[in-house]
């Protein structure tokens, strides 16, 4: 059983920029790390369906929903410390949601942005953009 736990978000304004980080407990007593998972971010905005934002594959490699967040969000880990980030810049309202991280530990094909193939989740976090 893996657990997600992410970081407190926050009230930003327009431009503005934050880090969300999404931590894996549970890996210490197993001999896996935050690398033996693909973890995608979500996010769903009041009134609208949940949202791929991006997310990165077992091998590091990271991917992004260019329609929504274009080159402002940028998504990394650090395995020491079973965590992955997401760097977001120059905000705006529309990015208001709640964000979501998820781990695929499967190992089949990683569909990133179907939502439902995804084994674990974080409680989300509360991002509002001010205009």
Known sequence: QVQLVE?????????GSLRLS???SELTFS??????YAVGWFR??????REFVGGISKFGGTLYNRDSVKDRFTISRDIA??????????????DTGVY???AYAGRGAWDASNWAGYDYWGQGTQVTVSS
């Open 100 to 102: 979501y991280c998820a």
């Open 31 to 36: 001999r896996h790390t935050i690398s033996n």
């Open 22 to 24: 999404c931590v894996a």
């Open 7 to 15: 970081s407190e978000g926050g009230l930003v304004q327009t431009g």
């Open 44 to 49: 769903q905005a009041p009134g609208k369906e």
């Open 81 to 94: 410390k079973n965590t992955v980030f997401l760097d977001m810049n120059n905000l705006t309202p529309e």
